[in-house]
T-cell receptor, first 115, second 113 residues
């Protein structure tokens, strides 16, 4: 079965901490994405990557960075966590040489609370 | 860029009734339209998709229709069951381009037994 695994289901971090959210896929997908999901706002794209060491900003990249050193792993980094970054974070991957050619496989999500 | 509007935001039906969720999009270059279902506390999962070269696609109790002229596509669920209760998201994207999917804001479907 195709899998996208996010390392943590729940995280509680303090304001100002550096936070790492990890995502691993075992499908050899080229494309990987990070979204945040908030009630009433749907899914908002933070960053995506369509190749190793490649990254592109999404709609809301401020306060975040990403790393893709290996094809299967895409990390989201909150450089200095703030309370407005409390959210559900979803990782996704898809096949294809460009994003959006195929449907996504999502991870289970990480619910991050910043206190 | 692409803009996807999804309606209604909440839909409440009785078990056995049909449910219809509609999405409109703005970019005429969009030609791939997936639908995702997210049950409470779970990950979104792709349930059906349609490409612009077809007008309708069915999979058991669910179907998706596409009207490219009017730029809208709809999800139809027949004979609804309580396990259909979830949030449904539509999306639109352009095949072969560098576009990424634009998602609708979601519809919360509640099926009452």
């Amino acid at each position: 079965d195709v899998k996208v695994t996010q390392s943590s289901r729940y995280l509680v971090k303090r304001t100002g901490e550096k936070v790492f959210l990890e995502c691993v896929q075992d499908m050899d997908h080229e494309n990987m994405f990070w979204y945040r999901q908030d009630p009433g706002l749907g899914l908002r794209l933070i960053y995506f990557s369509y190749d190793v060491k490649m990254k592109e900003k999404g709609d809301i990249p401020e306060g975040y960075s990403v790393s893709r050193e290996k094809k299967e792993r895409f990390s989201l980094i909150l450089e200095s966590a703030s309370t407005n970054q409390t959210s559900m974070y979803l990782c996704a991957s898809s096949l294809g040489t460009r994003p959006s050619n195929y449907g996504y496989t999502f991870g289970s999500g990480t619910r991050l609370t910043v206190v | 860029g692409e803009n996807v509007e999804q309606h209604p935001s909440t839909l409440s039906v009785q078990e056995g009734d049909s449910a219809v969720i509609k999405c409109t999009y703005s970019d005429s270059a969009s030609n791939y339209f997936p639908w995702y279902k997210q049950e409470l506390g779970k990950r979104p999962q792709l349930i059906i998709d349609i490409r612009s070269n077809v007008g309708e696609k069915k999979d058991q109790r669910i179907a998706v229709t596409l009207n490219k002229t009017a730029k809208h596509f709809s999800l139809h669920i027949t004979e609804t069951q309580p396990e259909d209760s979830a949030v449904y998201f539509c999306a639109a994207s352009a095949w072969g381009g560098s576009y990424i999917p634009t998602f609708g804001r979601g519809t919360s479907l509640i099926v009452h037994p």
